[in-house]
């Protein structure tokens, strides 16, 4: 079982079954910034592409509204389930220290110690937007292993964007009394979620109205059902939930919530047309990391980034953006001697 | 005085003597998308260029934590002091509608009617990064106005560094109760700012236990006295100061922090260096929007953008920035038809 026996299609099968280590492998291969593995990476994606067998699903909110706890009751009550469970944490990186500011031993109590739960951290790398350069890829691998994916970001307004473009469905950790409806506006927050759920409703009342507040704004600030996207069912509103993560309060309903959405994205068809403009959009962010809005448009000027996903189904979105970016790259052709 | 028959050095004058209708008309020159508009920008910026009299303070801070309430008090108060206020906020943009989901209607009480405060609104532009693109040179506009100009963003975590670019000062505004110092740590928020105020003090005893929390975390979380930048000050924390901007308590004792904290910039030699830090910074980051992470290579793999910076003292950042982006795109032809 040395990794360096093991080939790319054989560390994908392993994966494929929930293997922790393989898991592990996996991520750190995607992550190894040295060229001469990212063909092995690529190869990697490629195998798994097609073979995801977990739901995807972003938890995000303000600092302090207690995602980390969220996630550790949803590991262990999805657990009770019997399903596995996949978590990938993405820390602000420090511009100081160049990693992530805090380690794996910070998060996760009870269910960390349960194989059937596998938890991973990614530093989010100053760049722009945020979000680790290899959250995607990563995101591949956990998705192809467990049944449930959780990715969580700390943010409020912007970052709901960028991470909506990596998952299927949008939790908004909302603390009560952190804000009136005005503010939940003024953070361009009430768009993008699927499902909203109010932590710490120990705090008497407070939680009851920020959750009457949330649904109010709903309402009034949005036209479609969730997700940024228009569809069918254009008419729901997203639910807002109210619960305690540390005391184990409305957990159930939270998953029911997670599934019910699940469902409605199977049988309306909203899921497949999500998957395509999440790729779209993440192989279109990646390469505008690399290549910039310049980049974007001599890349795309004559035929569009749907065309080129359309034209190769079957090949991982890591490949694709390599794929494209040699393409921007074989144009450029410096004239000037630096 | 119609707009058509001014010259931007003519414009330049008017807004370095505060009138708001040229400042008003600068900012939306700045702002012009049109590229026959471009070169008249760039014009005024760089008839602006060193004439900054103003000192430039970012405002940040979760949703709901009252960045706004304790803007209008800081204007109210700067006023009794006789300093004129030019206050730039950045919401975030709806990728929906394309637009900033509020405009200044929903902000700013008492202060806003008052001719030596002048407010102006930006979309953050669905971009990566999050801040406007036109900030920079919107903050260059109302510096070379007004005595104090404050630059306000949602956000938490990624967006202190990349608002950090555009200040000299940072003022973090935490409320109470918001988490505690493991969350703050968790986003981030300790390296950047150079201030820090615990608003909404008249929540009983849970300003002053946040208040604590952050200086014990502001000993163990940062080497430096604050900016992400190492000085001979390092060994100064930055203040924890609690107040509540709505019933204007504590907002002097904030006015004089931030007089400190420039008096100390300038004696230091520290405010030079960090608006040389913060010219790079910024022209940097519109690179990186413009032409990605392979145009930054490009451009600087012989001589760091610093030593471009250095050369041209007397242009403005917009100018460099344009100036290097067409040395750039002259050194691309495309070689396929596309």
């Known amino acids: 079982m040395s990794a ?10 392993r994966v494929c079954k929930g293997d922790p280590g393989a898991v ?128 969580e970001t700390v943010g409020v307004g912007q970052s709901e964007a960028s991470i909506a473009d990596f998952v ?3 939790v908004f950790v909302a603390q009560p009394a952190a804000g009136d409806l005005l503010q939940f506006m003024k953070a361009g927050i009430l768009e993008w979620p699927d499902v909203f759920f109010v932590n710490k409703s120990d705090l008497e009342g407070l939680a009851a109205r920020t959750a009457t507040e949330l649904r109010a704004g709903l309402g009034l600030g949005r036209s479609s059902g969730g997700h940024g996207k228009a569809g069918e069912e254009a008419s729901d509103r997203p639910p807002v939930l109210c619960g305690s993560a540390r005391d184990g309060v409305g957990i159930d309903a939270l998953i029911d919530a997670l599934d019910a959405h699940h469902a409605t994205l199977d049988r309306s068809g909203e899921g497949i047309r999500r998957q395509q403009a999440s790729r779209i959009a993440r192989i279109e962010g990646a390469l505008a990391r690399r290549y910039g809005s310049f980049g974007l448009a001599r890349l795309f000027s004559a035929r569009p980034l749907a065309d080129f ?14 794929r494209l970016g040699a393409r921007f790259e074989a144009d450029f052709s410096p004239k000037s001697g630096a």
């Not at 359309?310 to 991982?316: F, I, L, W």
């Open 168 to 170: 299927e469905t949008l």
């Open 309 to 322: 996903v359309a034209e190769d189904p079957t090949c991982s979105a890591e490949r694709l953006i390599d």
């Open 24 to 151: 592990a492998r996996a991520l750190n291969l995607v992550d190894d910034r040295r060229s001469e593995r990212r063909a092995e990476a690529l190869d990697l994606l490629d195998a798994l592409e097609g073979r995801a067998r977990g739901r995807r699903i972003g938890i995000t909110g303000a600092p302090g509204a207690g995602k980390s706890t969220l996630l550790d009751a949803l590991a262990t009550a999805l657990r009770a389930r019997g399903r596995t469970v996949g978590i990938l944490a993405v820390d602000p990186s420090s511009r100081k220290t160049g990693g992530a500011l805090l380690g794996d031993r910070f998060r996760m109590g009870s269910s960390a110690r349960d194989a059937g739960v596998f938890f991973r951290s990614l530093a989010a790398r100053d760049q722009l937007g945020g979000l680790s350069e290899v959250a995607g890829a990563s995101l591949d691998v956990l998705a192809a292993a467990f049944d449930s994916v959780f990715i």
């Open 4 to 13: 360096g026996a093991e080939s790319p299609e054989e560390l994908a099968g």
